[in-house]
């Protein structure tokens, strides 16, 4: 994968998780009726569960975006998606598990320039 | 690991570790159940004590001389002034339902009210003298949304006692519904 193609995935999947994140907890009366039925054992109200969600995507999100942890960043948001994908089903199933499975492309592949983690955890790049 | 990563590994997870507490610890039932409490006294309708109903007053002039008549004429009167019709009263603004009382944070609800919210969208029940607002709780319960559907804008103790009577987890979930108490 070239340099630019991984930073366009990159960027894209960084707002990808910045826009629902923020969703999530500005709104999470919206997000509530797509919580699985084993989260009713979770002692906690549906809009917290929500939020906390809507957090994690955020942060992991913005290292992401900034590219810290970066490989790690982009595969536990494509295995979180990916269990939102198979929890929801449906259309929306189809098209979470599409977005998932690039992120864990990312997460296949070796960091770009503009990271953190070249920059100044010096790892290799491509 | 090397020591920059090592430090930025602890940050991270200090700030997941203070997120997620945040959100637990305003997102506590308590809390919530206050900022409702809160707003509901806000937005309670109150009549314009204002709009009173006076009538202007009317005054009625009379003639008390009358003038000196020469003999054999005729005099007309003039008629009296006719009393100047009141203007019409505006009704008083009659509250559609009324609203819910406060107690030290706790509001009570009437089962009419908890009837009018009988939906998928807005689902109320009133469960052992208490008030549960269970929309967000319909697709989360673990028996099937349709079970929790059927208990929309209805007392639903009898089907709860029968279910979840002896269950402490039911009665913890049920817990963090609570949005009031029935009147009774």
């Known amino acids: 994968m070239s340099l630019t193609t991984y930073r366009i995935i990159r960027y894209t999947m960084v707002f990808l998780f910045l826009w629902f994140g923020y969703q999530q907890i500005a709104n999470p009366e919206m997000w509530t009726t797509y919580l699985p039925e084993w989260t009713g054992y979770f002692p906690m109200p549906s809009n917290m569960i929500v939020q906390l969600n809507g957090f994690f995507e955020i942060i992991f999100a913005l290292l992401l975006l900034a590219g810290i942890f970066t490989r790690v960043a982009a595969g536990l948001l494509g295995l979180h998606l990916l269990g939102i994908a198979f929890t929801v089903g449906g259309a929306i199933g189809v098209r979470d598990f599409a977005l998932a499975m690039t992120s864990i492309a990312l997460a296949f592949s070796k960091p770009d320039e503009w990271t953190v983690d070249v920059k100044y955890l010096r790892k290799k790049v491509n | ?184």
């Open chain 2, 1 to 184: 690991m090397q020591r920059p990563g090592l430090i930025i590994g602890i940050i991270i997870a200090v700030v997941l570790i203070g997120g997620f507490g945040y959100i637990i610890y305003n997102g506590r039932p308590v809390v919530q159940m206050e900022k409702n409490a809160g707003t509901t006294q806000n937005t309670t309708p109150q009549l314009n004590e204002n709009t009173t109903n006076t009538q202007p007053e009317v005054t009625v002039s009379t003639t008390t001389e009358t003038p000196v008549q020469p003999p054999g004429t005729t005099t007309v009167q003039n008629p009296q002034p006719t009393q100047p019709t009141p203007p019409p009263t505006t009704p008083e603004p009659k509250p559609t339902a009324p609203p819910p009382t406060s107690d030290g944070g706790a509001k009570t609800y009437t089962l009419a009210q908890v009837q009018t919210h009988s939906t998928q969208d807005s689902c109320w029940a009133a469960i052992n003298g208490s008030v549960y607002d269970l929309t967000t709780w319909i697709p989360r319960h673990p028996g099937g949304p349709q079970r929790i559907i059927g208990l929309c804008g209805k007392d639903g103790s009898a089907m709860f006692n029968q279910k979840h009577g002896s269950s402490s987890r039911a009665q913890a979930a049920l817990v963090l519904l609570k949005i009031g108490t029935l009147a009774q």
